[in-house]
């Protein structure tokens, strides 16, 4: 089983509309979690950290599920700049590694 | 806004040469990190530095592989030998702690091994 999974996609939304994915890691002693943006051959960008009570930034949502070991990202109101890959990547409790998953790609359309 | 530099921003090498890609960390950052991305691939873990030592390595990095902080500001990935399936994004990263904080990642350095 691979560390972090994430369907890729591609995601296609129409602009306004609301998309949700998840990410489902293996490792259940991992600690930190994240969600990143990744424009094509760009570097990865932080969205957000997501908490163990979730959290919101916005149009953006995360969540966090421990006992069934996913993380969610939801994005309201799509904007056409919304269009991006978007990693789950976690860090374990030991050692300072981030385990990225293959990413999520999100086509926002008009 | 701080930010994690690389140069070069694209390197085109011989297969066997050696390479250094050069990262400047954000300033107040302790860990420091190097990541690979073949295209269309995930990116990959390959190292993460501490208090001037690996404090963890894949089974990517292996011995054609090293990382120097030769001064207080760079921080280098080496390839000694470099081959074909080497080409790949090279993303350096940092940040301020080793959990619960964001790592910062900069523009890559894209390197082609022919």
């Known amino acids: 089983r691979k560390e972090v999974e994430q369907d890729p996609g591609p995601f296609n939304v129409p602009e306004g509309a609301t998309v949700a994915f998840n990410c489902t890691y293996s490792n259940s002693a991992s600690q930190s979690f994240f969600w990143y943006r990744q424009d094509c051959r760009k570097e990865p960008k932080l969205l957000m950290s997501?908490?163990?009570s979730g959290n919101e930034d916005g149009r953006f949502t995360a969540q966090l599920n421990r006992a069934s070991q996913y993380i969610s990202l939801l994005i309201r109101d799509s904007k056409l700049s919304d269009s991006a890959t978007y990693l789950c990547?976690?860090?374990?409790?030991?050692?300072?590694?981030?385990?990225f998953g293959g990413g999520t790609r999100v086509l926002v359309k008009p | 806004e701080p930010e994690v530099t690389q140069t070069p921003s694209h390197q085109v090498t011989q297969m066997g040469q050696e390479v250094i890609l050069r990262c400047v960390p954000i300033s107040n950052h302790l860990y420091f990190y190097w990541y690979r991305q073949i295209l269309g691939q995930k990116v990959e873990f390959l190292v993460s530095?501490?208090?001037?030592?690996?404090?963890?390595k894949s089974e990517i990095f292996d011995d054609q592989f090293s990382v120097e902080r030769p001064d207080g500001s760079n921080f280098t990935l080496k390839i000694r030998s470099t081959k074909l399936e080497d080409s790949a994004m090279y993303f350096c990263a940092s940040s301020e702690r080793v959990l619960n904080t964001e790592a910062f990642f900069g523009q890559g350095t894209r390197l082609t091994v022919v």
């Open positions: 997501v908490y163990s």
């Open positions: 990547v976690v860090n374990r409790a030991a050692g300072n590694k981030l385990t």
């Open positions: 530095f501490y208090n001037n030592e690996i404090s963890e």
